[in-house]
Structure formats: C-alpha cells, structure tokens
C-alpha cells in the first residue's frame, strides 16, 4: 500500500509540477524609456500598445510595461536604464535620442527599440539601416532632412516674415545640424533665422521674449522629448505673442497649434511597438531593419489662422493630409 502510494505520488509530481510551473510562469517585461513626461507622450504611449496588441501582446493580460521618464532631465536616463537593466527586462523601448543612446550605452545584450530624429548610423546606434548589428534596432523619423521643407512651409503660409525663430534643445544630438539646415533653408529663401536654445521651462519663456524684441515673424520648434512634453506652453506663449508657429507633430495644432508638418510620430511609436513583440516571439534586432517612415502629413488649424489674421491660400489647403477647424 504504501509503495502504491509513493508511486502514485511520484505521477501526480510529474503531472502537476510542470502544469504549475507553466501557470506561474511571469508574462514577459518590457522597459519604457523616454526623457519627456507621462503627460505628453500618453498619445505615442498608446500607439505602442497599439502596436504591441497587432503583434498579439496586451498590457496586463500577456505582457507588463515597466515605465521610465526622464521629465526632461537628460542625466536621469542612464539610472533608469541601468534599473530596467538590474530589474533583467525582456526588451527596452528606448523612445527618444537621448533614451536611446543612455540604453545602448548600458547593455549590450537586452534588446533595444529606438525612436529617433537623427541618422541612427551616425549616432553610433546601428551599423546600418538595414542589417543594424547587435541588440539594437528601431525606428527612425527624418527629421534632420525635414527641417528645410518645414522652414519652407512657415514661409508659405506667413510670406512677408523676414525673420524666424527656431527653437531647439542643446542636449539634443541632433540639435546643432538642425540648427543649420534651417539657417541655410532660411538663407536659401532670403529670410535670417534666430536659434533659440531652450532646456528648461524658463528657457522656453525666455526664448519667447527674445522673439518679440526681435519682432520674429514665426517660429519652427523641433521634435525632441523635453520642448514635446512642454507643449502647452510652447502654444499658449505663442497665442499670447500672436507669433505664427510650425511644429513638428500632429498634437500640437488639435491642441491650438496654427501648423504641424512632419512624420506621423504616433504611426512610427506603433511601429516600436509591433517591433517589440516581434522580438517577444523570438525575432532579433540584427534581423529588423530600421524603420524610416516616408508618409508626411500636414495638418492646419484654420481657427487659430484666422485668429492670426493669416490667409491660408487655396493651394496649402489642398496639401493638408487634415484641416482642424
């Protein structure tokens, strides 16, 4: 009897110890990092959800997401990096140039899935675009080869400005060649550009003063993590100095922007997101090319035109990808 029993003991282990152990198993981890704030990226947040669940994986049900942000103090990334590290994360989504670089810089060996506005090869992220090398791979927004079609557009729409602000945080990698791609667009077109470094949140403000004394007829504002989660008061100090201005994303003219033109950041945040869970089902990062959308999109708010006393001429509607009104 007891031999019997020991037996029967011994097959219920074999059974139930596995079955237990597959039901235990934790859902796989993925790290979050960016140097803007919670608060405004929740649009690009949900576009990698969204890319995640076309991918099969749902926050909560098959899938956790460890968040890191920044809030736009760049020297915070390498900690928070080195914590999803430590904390042995299945895949980083390093959603900024900065973050980008912090995590690369880290480990060599987790996954990493990049957003960046620069060349990716020449940051040193990837070996090239299309057989990118290593852990890393990701997506890419050309922004660098926009900022002279975005001068351009401003000049479209306020063609009597002789002067342009052009607003740029100097942590950025990529902030200097923008810088003079849009000096050298501006000087293309007879106009003068006025860079404005800004870092912090009186920077911004600053930087608005500077424009008014100047008398600025406009101003472009790059696409980077801290001027991005700044937003509201970018929109709100150009309403108040009645200051025409371009931007580099979609959010800004719902939100009362006059003009938007660039890469569709929420379609390339989806794009980190379906790359993730390739990567979760067991793809590698040196077998996924880097992502470089070709879709642009303008979008203009016509009230915030006609609150500016700006004419938005037949033609520049008939380009915009959407009109807010």
């Known amino acids: 009897m007891r031999r019997r029993l020991f037996i029967q003991g011994m097959v219920g282990s074999t059974i139930v110890g596995p079955l237990t152990a597959r039901a235990q198993q934790p859902m796989p981890v993925v790290g979050f990092l960016n140097g803007g704030s919670a608060a405004g990226y929740a649009p690009m947040v949900d576009a990698v959800r969204e890319g995640l669940k076309e991918a099969g994986f749902i926050e909560g049900q098959n899938v956790a997401i460890e968040y890191g942000w920044a809030e736009g103090k760049y020297d915070r990334l390498k900690a928070l990096a080195s914590d999803m590290v430590r904390r042995q994360v299945d895949v980083i989504a390093a959603t900024s140039t900065p973050a980008a670089l912090a995590t690369k ?38 922004v660098n080869e926009l900022t002279s079609k975005q001068v351009e557009m401003l000049h ?36 003068q550009v006025l860079v404005l470094n800004a870092k ?48 580099p994303v979609r959010d800004y003219v719902t939100a009362g922007g006059l003009v938007s033109y660039g890469t569709s950041i929420v379609g390339a945040y989806r794009e980190v997101g379906v790359y993730v869970g390739r990567i979760l089902k067991g793809e590698k990062p040196i077998d996924l090319p880097v992502v470089r959308p070709t879709k642009l999109e303008l ?3 016509l009230k915030t035109a006609k609150t500016l006393s700006i004419d938005v001429t037949p033609r520049v509607l008939a380009l915009a990808d959407e009109v807010v009104e």
């Open 105 to 142: 810089a880290i480990t060599s060996t987790i996954p990493i899935v990049f957003t960046t506005g620069a060349d990716p090869v020449q940051l040193g992220l990837v070996a090239s675009l299309n057989r990118p090398g290593g852990n890393v791979t990701g997506v890419s927004f050309l």
């Open 156 to 191: 479209t729409m306020v063609p009597n400005a002789s002067l342009f602000g052009f607003l740029v945080n100097p942590d950025v990698a990529y902030a200097q060649s923008q810088a003079k791609d849009a000096q050298d667009a501006a000087r293309a077109l007879g106009l």
């Open 200 to 247: 912090t949140e009186s920077d911004i403000d600053a930087a608005f003063e500077t424009l008014a004394q100047q008398k600025a007829g406009g101003l472009v504002t790059i696409s980077e993590p801290f001027l991005n989660s700044r937003r509201d008061q970018i929109i709100a100090l150009a309403a108040r100095h009645a200051l025409p201005a371009l931007y």
């Open 299 to 301: 979008v203009i708010n």
